[in-house]
C-alpha cells in the first residue's frame, strides 16, 4: 500500500515556475515507477511525466519537454516536477501516482497506475 499526497501547487504568472512535492508512505517506495498527470477542467487526465523506480530514466510529455523535470528522491520517499516557463494552458489539478515496476502496463497509461494522490491545483494565469 503507498498513500500519496502531492503539495506545492499555487496560482503564478506565465513564465514563472513551481516544484510540486509528492510524499509517499510506505517503505517500498523505491520498488515503485512514480508518474505525473494532470487534468484540466472539461478534459480527461493526461500523462505529463514520468520517472523509473531508480531515478535512472525518466520521460515527459512533447507538451512540456524541455519544460518540466521530473525526480525522485528514495531516501525521502519523494517525487518532485519542477515546472519552469509555465503556460496558462498548464493550468490543471496535478496528479502524482505509482505504478509496481512489474507492472509491464505502459507508464504512459493511466490505468496502469496501482497508487493516486488528491491532487494540487496549479493555475497560470496570462
Known amino acids: 500500500q503507498v498513500h500519496l499526497v502531492e503539495s506545492g501547487g499555487g496560482l503564478v504568472q506565465a513564465g514563472d515556475s513551481l516544484r510540486l512535492s509528492c510524499a509517499a508512505s510506505?517503505?517500498?517506495?523505491?520498488?515503485?515507477?512514480m508518474g505525473w498527470f494532470r487534468q484540466a477542467p472539461g478534459k480527461e487526465r493526461e500523462f505529463v511525466a514520468g520517472t523509473a523506480w531508480n531515478g535512472g530514466y525518466t520521460y515527459s510529455a512533447d507538451s512540456v519537454k524541455g519544460r518540466f523535470t521530473i525526480s525522485r528522491d528514495n531516501a525521502k520517499n519523494t517525487v518532485y516536477l519542477q515546472m519552469n516557463s509555465l503556460k496558462p494552458e498548464d493550468t490543471a489539478v496535478y496528479y502524482c501516482?505509482?505504478?509496481?515496476?512489474?507492472?509491464?502496463?505502459?507508464?504512459?497509461?493511466?490505468?496502469?497506475?496501482?497508487?493516486w494522490g488528491r491532487g494540487t491545483q496549479v493555475t497560470v494565469s496570462s
Open positions: 501516482a505509482a505504478k509496481n515496476r512489474h507492472n509491464s502496463g505502459s507508464d504512459y497509461y493511466i490505468g496502469s497506475y496501482n497508487y
Open positions: 510506505g517503505r517500498t517506495f523505491s520498488t515503485y515507477t
